[in-house]
């Protein structure tokens, strides 16, 4: 399964690169296919490119769908992964 991940940019993009953060991870990326990337834009990164700029509402939304999924694999652990 391919995952898509919504990141906060916490630096300057330069040029085609921009540092984005998400629950504490950091990393470079790529962001030629986003146009107009600032610190504060939150982004989608799939596979160390940002392909889509979320809006504020959107991205927190996203996010707290991944916390939730990750609380409930911490609540049961052992259980197959379908796919």
Do not use: Q
Not at 68 to 75: C, G, K, Q
Request: include cysteine; hydrophobic fraction near 45%; glycine fraction near 10%.
């Amino acid at each position: 399964m391919c995952l898509a991940v919504p990141m906060r940019v916490v630096g300057d993009p330069e040029g085609s690169r921009a540092t984005v953060e998400a629950e504490g991870v950091v990393r470079v990326v790529d962001v030629s296919l986003v146009e107009g990337v600032v610190p504060g834009d939150y982004l989608i990164v799939h596979a160390g490119f940002a392909i889509e700029k979320l809006d504020v509402a959107d991205a927190e939304e996203r996010i707290e769908l991944f916390r939730e999924m990750a609380r409930l694999d911490a609540e049961n652990p052992g259980t197959e992964k379908g796919g």
